[in-house]
């Protein structure tokens, strides 16, 4: 009889990021900045830019092909593909239909999904409900993303973001390992604090609106940080409440990368200690849904998750969306 609820955990993990770096001394020439406050309030020394020929898809592809041989598979075992962009190479087809024909892994559906820094937290919880009901074995989640082509390197606000690409292999598994537990949320009242206006219906690409920067990002940084130290900790708090864990039961915290004071004030909050919390700011600076896969990546090729650690992944982005996942490593 074939079990209709089966445990999920991640067998596999890669990343990119571009060769090319931009350092904050590098930035202080082109824009009205200092690095000092740069690294002292962000948390970020450089940030890696991709070629102006690179798409978001050339990024996912290579992350994608580093998972898939990290978790011994082949692209014709990948049944599904979920590409978490806010920047996709365009309006169509989705970056993920792109990925999937340049990785050839046709056996696959592929889509894209769109929750910004959130999305490949929502992406593996997608993916998770596929695997965990028998519909597909084999996922592969990537956040990728290219803000550089939406950056106006003009503004200050041009600092907080880079380029990048992580993704994960997601299978089924007969241990008590995998993910137990996850909780997301959205709130659309914040929906104008992070937005990207151009390109869409409501703003079609025009001369008008070009010249208007419509097609770069606008953000309140003062309701990123107030919302993230608000939100990380309820979701963080429901999930540990979803599985009867203490917050002295993770090993390792492996959040999105908005900033470090966001980050150590939501630790303080938890009272998880910091050097508990993974970060890579300072080389990669915010590379949205790329930041949590990259990171991921990292400690796990450093050998740092081993059978039965307990991780937490965090995540806030625009929309408002937000949540978080403990995952027992297996």
């Not at 190479?89 to 993920?96: K, V």
Request: proline letters at 4%; one cysteine or more.
């Amino acid at each position: 009889m074939k079990q209709l609820v089966r445990n999920v955990h991640i067998i596999g993990t890669g990343s990119y990021t571009p060769e090319t770096v931009y350092t904050n001394e590098y930035l202080e020439t082109i824009v009205p900045t200092s690095a000092k406050w740069i690294e002292e309030n962000l948390g970020i020394k450089e940030r890696r830019i991709a070629l102006p020929n690179q798409t978001t898809s050339d990024l996912a592809v290579e992350a994608g092909k580093k998972a898939i041989e990290n978790a011994g598979l082949k692209p014709d075992d990948i049944e599904l593909i979920i590409v978490a962009t806010a920047t996709p190479d365009r309006l169509a087809p989705s970056t993920a239909a792109i990925v999937q024909d340049k990785l050839k892994a046709y056996n696959s559906v592929a889509f894209d999904l769109a929750a910004v820094c959130s999305g490949f937290l929502f992406g593996i919880s997608t993916a998770s409900q596929f695997i965990a009901t028998s519909v597909y074995n084999n996922a592969l989640i990537i956040g990728a993303d290219t803000f550089s082509k939406i950056i106006d390197w003009s503004r200050r606000d041009c600092v907080f973001f880079g380029d990048g690409a992580g993704a994960a292999v997601l299978s089924h598994t007969e241990t008590d390992g995998g993910f137990l537990a996850f909780r997301l949320y959205t709130d659309g009242r914040g929906k104008w604090n992070f937005t990207i206006p151009g390109g869409g219906s409501e703003f079609p690409l025009s001369y008008e609106n070009v010249d208007a920067g419509y097609r770069y990002f606008q953000m309140n940084g003062k309701a990123v940080y107030e919302t993230g130290v608000k939100v990380l900790p309820k979701a963080i708090w429901q999930v540990l409440k979803d599985t009867g864990l203490s917050i002295n039961d993770i090993d390792y915290m492996i959040p999105h990368q908005p900033s470090i004071k966001i980050l150590k004030d939501t630790a303080e909050v938890i009272g998880l200690p910091f050097e508990k919390v993974m970060t890579n700011m300072d080389r990669y600076a915010n590379t949205s849904g790329g930041t949590i896969p990259i990171l991921l990546d990292e400690v796990n090729r450093a050998g740092k998750l081993k059978p039965g650690t307990l991780v937490l992944f965090a995540a806030v982005g625009s929309g408002w969306t937000y949540g978080a996942s403990i995952i027992r490593w297996s």
